[in-house]
Every structure is written in C-alpha cells, then in structure tokens.
C-alpha cells in the first residue's frame, strides 16, 4: 500500500480470527501486565489495549493461576491472546488446554528438545500457532559462545535451531521474533532472518524502556524494518501503560500508511511569534479530548489565523487562533468562530459532526458571518504584527551593529 516497497512475501498463519502474514495487513500486539490469575483485572486491560488499538494480546503464563486465569479470560477476550512462556514447558502445554490462541515460547529458556517437540505436537494437535520468541537478553548459552555473542547471526541461529526441532514434529505454524535491545543489532538480525525464512516475522525492540526515548528507539527499530517491507506484526515494549504501547503501535502503521486511519491524526504548527494562543497547551488538550474518539481524520491545530488556515488547508479540520477567537475551518474553508476558551470543545464538537456529517455538509452549514470575521481577524492581526512577527529585521539590524 502506498509507496514503500511491497511487504517481503510470508506465510499466512492464524493467531484466532486474526490473520498475520502473506497479505494479511500487519496487526498491532500488546501484553497485559497484571497478574494473569486476576481474571477481572487482567480482561479490563484487555479491553483496554483493544480500545486502544491491539489486535492480539499476550498474557503471562507463569504460574498454575496463571493457566487457569486464562481459561477464565479467552472466551470472555475481544480479541486473541497468547499465552507468554518462559522456562516451563509444562505451563505450555497448560495454556493449550487453557484455550489460548498462540503460544511464545523462547528458545533461550527451554532448552530440553524433548519438550520442545512435546510442546509444538500438542501444539499442533490443537491447530494453535506458536512464536519462536528469540531475545538477545537470553540467548542459548551454546550460541552465544559459538557466535561470540549475541550477534544477529546468533539470534537467526537460535531461532533456526527452534525451528528445526519443530520440523522434526512436522510442525510450521509459527511466526518469528528475534529482539533485542540495541537498536542497529534488531534490524540487522531482522534483515537476515528475513532472508532465510518465509515464516511471518513480529517485530519488536525489547525493553524499549519509558517514553519518550523508548518510543523514539522501538520507531527506530520496527519503522526501519516496516520501511523495507519486513514485518508481519509489531509490539512496542514502552515501560508505560501497556495502553500506550497498543496506541503507538497502530498509530506507526497508520503513519506509515500500512493500516487505515482509526483515529484522529493530530498535527499542530510549530508556533512562532505570530502565535495568539499556547499552541502547546492547545494541542495536548485537544489531542487528550480526541484520542478516545474513533474519528479517521486529520485535525490541525495552528497558532494564528494569518497563516493557519493556508499552511493546514489539506487537513480535514483544524482551528486557528486569532483575535481571541478560534477559528474552524473544513479542508481549508473557514466554517465558525468561537470564543478562544471554547477552542478545544468546539474542535471536538466539530470533528464529530465532520465524521458523521461530511466535510460538504459541514462546509454547506457554515456559519456564513465566518469567512468575513476571519479575515478582519486576519487583517487585523497583519495590521498589528506586520509582515514580520518575529523581529528577523529588528535582529539583523543588531547583528549588523555588532559587527560594525
Ligand atoms: S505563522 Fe501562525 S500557523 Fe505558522 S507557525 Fe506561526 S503561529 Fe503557527
């Protein structure tokens, strides 16, 4: 879609209703962080994450409760889950009968083969899919020290030898993970692993750490990827709310045009000295009113009306500040003026019956005083500010006199 390259071809494999791999579009994944044996808990972040965005969700599988919490929660799920596994293969086999969509089991971990292959023919069985879930933290031993580290060869090779115990069983319904921290390592391990093997790939950088420097390094790693037609389905591991996660996730594949738009795209200008209003402040507020809106339009909040309207004229919405007003306009065309204090609720107002409307319904109903408001609006400001609202002139001349 769009012009980044075609996605490298992949399998098709199904994690419950969801598809992930060969044209299935890439699907947003988040893990819940309570306890997974509190049933109640556990399920409101999963409606959460969905809300926000997640179309498959992990749980933790550490424990017996933990098992018999995920009996509990599948049937009651908005969307699939996938039972996380470390260290015992038993808990596996416990999150089959639990009833869990896909299994992550990590090869750094459960080492035995004999359980690996016990794991992946229940697995198989049951027609549940499973992620090898390599993670440069807790490579094999073994591999580590015969790729003198954890290289990307070394995560490819530990994902490999996972796979091959699964054929051993005739098993392929499986998707791969080769994470790591450090940036440049994941997308080079990525890269080569994308070249060896069709199985759909899920793309993450692990313990991203808070936001905004681990959103800034899971971008980095997963839109490099994206960017080069690599990945199948993408999460971002923020020490934050996992809420925040699902959202960043399905926003990066709607900027990336890889998903349709869901939400609201919120661009703002940058402000400068012709500003009439705390752009700053203006924008977080209304970013935080429209963020729980399901409204698939792009609304533009400028600092003043001189230029505003014109510099925002292809986004479906957007307010200009000026005169102590707030002014709305529809794809560029001035529809109201509303006091400054009632900017954010009138832009929301306005971007839900833009949705419900459409833009030349909107358009039709402007209020007809609005265009002539705006522009004296304008003019006055031009008037006020002159051509110049940053002082560039005034400062020249200083510099000029500096360097007499
Ligand atoms: S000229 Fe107006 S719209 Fe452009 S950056 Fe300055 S305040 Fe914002």
Do not use: W
């Not at 199904?14 to 309570?34: E, L, N, R």
């Amino acid at each position: 879609m769009g012009l980044l390259p075609a996605r490298r071809p992949t399998r098709q494999i199904h994690v419950g209703s969801v598809a992930v791999g060969g044209d299935a579009p890439v699907s947003v994944q988040s893990m819940t962080i309570t306890k997974t044996a509190d049933v109640e808990g556990t399920l409101a972040q999963i409606y959460a994450l969905a809300a926000a965005g997640a179309d498959i969700v992990r749980c933790t599988c550490n424990e017996a409760e933990a098992a018999e919490g995920l009996a509990a929660i599948v049937p009651r799920s908005p969307v699939p889950l996938v039972a996380d596994i470390h260290f015992q293969y038993r808990l596996a086999l416990a999150a089959l009968d639990a009833g869990v969509a896909c299994l992550r089991l990590n090869p750094g971990n459960i080492r035995n083969p004999e359980h690996i292959k016990l794991v992946a023919r229940e697995a198989k069985d049951r027609g549940v899919p499973i992620r090898i879930g390599v993670n440069a933290g807790s490579l094999d031993k073994d591999i580590a020290d015969t790729y003198g580290g954890a290289t990307p060869e070394a995560l490819v090779a530990s994902a490999q030898r996972e796979l091959a115990y699964f054929d051993e069983v005739g098993f392929d319904d499986v998707k791969i993970s080769v994470k790591a921290s450090n940036v440049p390592l994941m997308i080079e391990a990525y890269r080569q692993l994308s070249a060896v093997t069709d199985h759909p790939l899920h793309l993450g950088v692990t313990e991203a750490g808070p936001p905004p420097a681990g959103l800034v390094k899971a971008t980095a790693g997963i839109a490099t990827l994206l960017a080069e037609g690599i990945g199948d389905t993408i999460r971002f591991s923020l020490t934050a709310d996992p809420v925040e996660e699902a959202r960043a996730g399905r926003q990066l594949l709607e900027a990336l045009g890889l998903r349709a738009r869901k939400t609201v795209d919120l661009i703002a200008c940058p402000s400068c000295g012709r500003a009439e209003v705390d752009v700053i402040r203006v924008a977080k507020e209304a970013e935080a009113a429209l963020a729980e809106r399901q409204l698939p339009i792009q609304v533009a909040v400028m600092g003043c009306v001189v230029n505003g309207p014109g510099e925002a004229r292809t986004a479906d919405l957007g307010i200009a500040a000026g005169n102590g007003k707030g002014h709305l306009f529809v794809k560029g065309q001035m529809i109201r003026v509303v006091p400054e204090a009632q900017m954010v609720e009138a832009l929301v107002e306005e971007a839900e019956r833009l949705v419900a409307e459409g833009a030349e319904a909107r358009i039709a109903a402007a209020d007809t005083g609005a265009v002539e408001e705006a522009e004296r609006d304008r003019q006055a400001m031009l008037a006020e500010q002159g051509d110049d609202p940053n002082a560039v002139a005034q400062r020249v001349e200083l510099i000029h006199k500096e360097l007499e």
